[in-house]
């Protein structure tokens, strides 16, 4: 019995890591499509490692989404950004897995992928607007959250749609619950 334990767990860590990487993978991707040309609104992301974070919900839990996003943050603000990028990346990634977490107890029967991606989408810009209003110690960046709301609308969008076909080919192909 404590074979099979041992083997799960290792599992479970090696596809973390996949994970980990895959996510730093699309962060680094993301950081190269010039966006701001085509939605001239500063701090606008696509949010592509929210792919990774959706598909380590549904296949490994919270706990395991919790771990490579974190280690995503801290890695990405070692390697592209600072402390700044790691406050603000952080408690996006924080209230974005949170919110999904708790919207997940209704997939299927209240939301679907799109909704529990958008609603990621929106969490992690209200969480990066309370650290830059902490971080200037002022309100005036309120009202920017309209416009970032207005976005994730569609940045949830396209990750929710990217999800659910990566989440559907895997549920087809039967692949199971790591954790």
């Not at 973390?16 to 993301?30: H, K, Q």
């Not at 924080?94 to 529990?116: A, D, E, H, K, P």
């Not at 609308?153 to 990566?166: E, K, R």
């Amino acid at each position: 019995m404590k074979n099979i334990v041992y083997k799960r767990t290792i599992k479970s860590t090696i596809v973390e890591g996949i994970l980990v990487t895959m996510a730093l993978i699309l962060s680094y991707v993301e950081r190269m499509i010039p966006i701001g040309l085509i939605i001239p609104i500063p701090g606008i992301k696509l949010g592509l490692a929210n792919i990774v974070t959706l598909f380590a919900l549904f296949y490994l839990g919270i706990k395991s989404a919790l771990l490579i996003s974190l280690l995503r943050c801290i890695i990405a603000a070692m390697l592209f950004g600072g402390i700044y990028s790691f406050l603000f990346s952080l408690s996006g990634a924080l209230l974005s897995l949170l919110v999904m977490s708790i919207l997940m107890g209704g997939y299927s029967r209240y939301f679907s992928i799109f909704g529990i991606s958008i609603g990621g989408a929106a969490a992690h810009n209200i969480g990066q607007v309370i650290i830059a209003s902490l971080v200037l110690q002022s309100t005036a960046v309120l009202p920017y959250l309209s416009l970032l709301l207005l976005s994730s609308l569609i940045t949830g969008s396209l990750t929710g749609f990217t999800s659910a076909l990566l989440i559907n080919h895997f549920d087809k192909i039967g692949v199971s619950k790591i954790n």
